[in-house]
């Protein structure tokens, strides 16, 4: 079992900055292909970026550029640092984490976070 929590989220300006961090306890982190996913209102839950276990860094086109994904397994901890911020950027942001190297897909993932809202203003 692992259990993650989400934190960094809030309100920024267009072109602002904002770090997100999921904090993971529970199992071995270091194993785990570890992912960001966000959901706007209405919408479908959609894949950000992700640290493959065996490829490294993956990101939607959306935020190549943008945003970097980083983790710390010493601390079992994951980072979204996002820049450059949209509006159409704002959504809630889950972090999940799972032991499939299909890293884009919600459904391979095992265990989620409760997620934490990001709110960027024109």
């Known amino acids: 079992q692992v259990q993650l929590v989400e934190s960094g989220g809030g309100l920024v300006q267009a072109g602002g900055s904002l770090r997100l961090s999921c904090a993971a306890s529970g199992r071995t982190f270091s194993m785990y292909s570890v992912g960001w996913f966000r959901q706007a209102p209405g919408k479908e839950r959609e894949f950000v970026a992700a640290?493959?276990?065996?490829?490294?860094?993956q990101y939607t086109a959306s935020v190549a550029g943008r945003f970097t994904i980083s983790r710390d397994d010493a601390k079992n901890t994951v980072y979204l640092q996002m820049s450059s911020l949209k509006p159409e950027d704002t959504a809630v942001y889950y972090c999940?984490?799972?032991?499939?190297?299909?890293?884009?897909?919600?459904?391979?993932?095992?265990?989620w976070g409760q997620g934490t809202q990001v709110t960027v203003s024109s």
């Open positions: 640290f493959n276990r065996r490829s490294g860094q």
């Open positions: 999940a984490v799972g032991l499939s190297v299909l890293t884009t897909t919600p459904i391979t993932y095992d265990y």
